[in-house]
C-alpha cells in the first residue's frame, strides 16, 4: 500500500512539474525567445506541427520559431494542457490539451485553434519533451485563414 501512495505522489508531483515547465514554454513563446522553448526539447525531439504534419527535429522546429518570431504580425502560441498522465515508471508521461496560435494582420486578427498531445520524458535533471503533434481544426479572423483551412 505504501508503494502505491508514494508512487501516486511521485506521479503527481512529476505532473505538477510538467505543468509548470509548459508554463515556461508558453512564457518563452510570449517573449518570443526561442532558444528559451529549445532548452525544453531533448535532442532527439520530433514535432509534427500543426499546418504541414511534415515532422521537424529540435533545431528546425526552433528554426521555424525563431523566424515566426521576427513576423511582426505574430502575437504568440499558447499550450494549454489538459491532462497529464505520469507512467507508473516515471520514465514517461502524456500531455494532452488545447492550443491557440494568434497573429495581428491588417485585415484583423488571426486565431487558429486545435488539439495537441506531448510526450515528456525526464532526462538532464529534469522533464523535457521529446515529441509533440499539433492538429490545427480551426482558423477564424481574415482572409488568411482561406489558406490555412
Not at 512529476?14 to 514554454?25: E, F, K, P, T, Y
Not at 504580425?73 to 494532452?96: H, K, L, Q
Request: with cysteine.
Amino acid at each position: 500500500m505504501l508503494a502505491l501512495l508514494l508512487a501516486a505522489a511521485a506521479t503527481s508531483g512529476a505532473a505538477a512539474d510538467i505543468r509548470q515547465l509548459r508554463a515556461v514554454s508558453n512564457a518563452a513563446i510570449a517573449a518570443h525567445r526561442a532558444d528559451e522553448v529549445r532548452r525544453l526539447f531533448t535532442d532527439d525531439y520530433t514535432a509534427l506541427p500543426g499546418s504541414s504534419g511534415r515532422p521537424l527535429t529540435a533545431a528546425e522546429t526552433e528554426t521555424r520559431l525563431a523566424a515566426a518570431f521576427t513576423d511582426p504580425t505574430f502575437v504568440t502560441y499558447v499550450r494549454n494542457p489538459g491532462r497529464i498522465v505520469v507512467a507508473a515508471s516515471g520514465r514517461r508521461a502524456a500531455e494532452t490539451g488545447t492550443w491557440v496560435g494568434l497573429w495581428r494582420k491588417a485585415d484583423g486578427e488571426i486565431r487558429l485553434t486545435g488539439v495537441y498531445q506531448a510526450t515528456w520524458v525526464p532526462r538532464g535533471g529534469g522533464w523535457r519533451l521529446i515529441n509533440e503533434s499539433f492538429v490545427t481544426l480551426r482558423c477564424a479572423g481574415g482572409k488568411a485563414c482561406a489558406e490555412i483551412d
